[in-house]
């Protein structure tokens, strides 16, 4: 299972549209594109998960750079998140 970053998407931009396009080179696990929680409008970024590691690769070499709804993707392999800030507890 890999794991893909998709950035520089347009705000209009849906799952399902998204989906399609990384559906050319096989099969597509999950998307989500990040939204803000209290607005729920897209931060422009969003994830991938696609099961075979050689389809996802196809997609990262012949997405990255294209155009999709008016904006150049940046696509490549997501890093594990980093916790560079704590978290606020709430008591």
Not at 31 to 53: A, L, N
Request: hydrophobic share 35%; no cysteine; net charge positive.
């Amino acid at each position: 299972m890999k794991n893909i970053y998709v950035g520089n998407l347009s705000y209009q931009l849906s799952e399902d549209e998204l989906r399609s396009a990384f559906a050319r080179f096989g099969e597509v696990s999950s998307v989500r594109i990040v939204k803000d929680r209290y607005t729920d409008r897209s931060k422009g970024f969003g994830f991938v998960e696609m099961p075979v590691d050689a389809e996802a690769d196809a997609a990262i070499r012949n997405l990255d750079g294209q155009e999709l709804k008016g904006r150049a993707l940046r696509v490549n392999e997501a890093r594990p998140r980093e916790n560079s800030r704590p978290r606020r507890q709430f008591a």
